[in-house]
């Protein structure tokens, strides 16, 4: 399957840990990025294709692989993290973007 | 300031085409593929299509290839996306967005509505 899986929503307690996961055969290959998007603003950029975290974003934010699965996580989240987060990635021919559905982050 | 500004957004109706334009600025254009994602609205992201820095490769999702065209003019820093027979699923809001590896800067979207 070229999909990539995402939960449609996620909430954690301020301060609290939270791993958002994005599920897809082309995860074996490719590395997944992730953005935010918060409401009426373009999505920006948190983790890189390559689990480097770009400037002005802050260290509590950082990607990793396992298998077909990618994993965002935010240490100890704020406020101001409640977003939409979407994974993205090749398909399995690689000549594809595809992104994941979305996770509905919500910071209680 | 690195910046991409999208334009040519509006309500066009079922079955016409449109042409949608990304100006790019502080930047070297040439040095990146550049992309297309759209976003209906409530709705997630989705990416629509590529072309590669020097135009010899481009890409399209599945759902949109036959009605899609993107090209870009290097020398006036400027991509483009013509969509044909538009749809009413086709509405939302585009954006252009630069590569490298991922999606380091992107605009803030033009508004595609397709209505009668």
């Known amino acids: 399957s070229s999909e990539l899986t995402q939960d449609p929503a996620v909430s954690v307690a301020l301060g609290q840990t939270v791993r958002i996961t994005c599920q897809g055969d082309?995860?074996?290959?490719?590395?997944a990025s992730w953005y935010q998007q918060k409401p009426g603003q373009a999505p920006i950029v948190v983790v890189s294709?390559?689990?480097n975290r770009p400037s002005g974003i802050p260290d509590r934010f950082s990607g990793s692989n396992s298998g077909d699965t990618a994993s965002l996580t935010i240490t100890g989240a704020q406020a101001v993290d409640e977003a939409d987060y979407y994974c993205?990635?090749?398909?399995?021919?690689?000549?594809?973007?595809?992104f994941g559905g979305g996770t509905k982050l919500t910071v209680l | 300031e690195v910046k991409l500004v999208e334009s040519g957004g509006g309500l066009v109706e079922p079955g016409m085409s449109l042409r949608l334009s990304c100006a790019a600025s502080g930047f070297r254009f040439d040095d990146y593929a550049m992309h297309w994602v759209r976003q209906a609205p409530g709705k997630g992201l989705e990416w629509v299509g590529s072309?590669?820095?020097?135009?010899?490769?481009?890409d399209y999702a599945v759902s949109m290839k036959g009605r899609v065209t993107i090209s870009r003019d290097n020398a006036k820093n400027s991509l483009v996306l013509i969509m044909s027979n538009l749809r009413p699923e086709d509405t939302g809001i585009y954006y252009c967005?630069?590569?490298?590896?991922?999606?380091?800067?992107w605009g803030q979207g033009t508004m595609v509505i397709v209505s009668s």
């Open positions: 072309i590669s820095w020097n135009s010899r490769s481009r």
């Open positions: 967005t630069r590569s490298r590896g991922d999606f380091d800067v």
């Open positions: 082309g995860l074996r290959s490719y590395y």
């Open positions: 993205c990635s090749r398909d399995n021919s690689g000549d594809h973007v595809v």
């Open positions: 294709d390559k689990n």
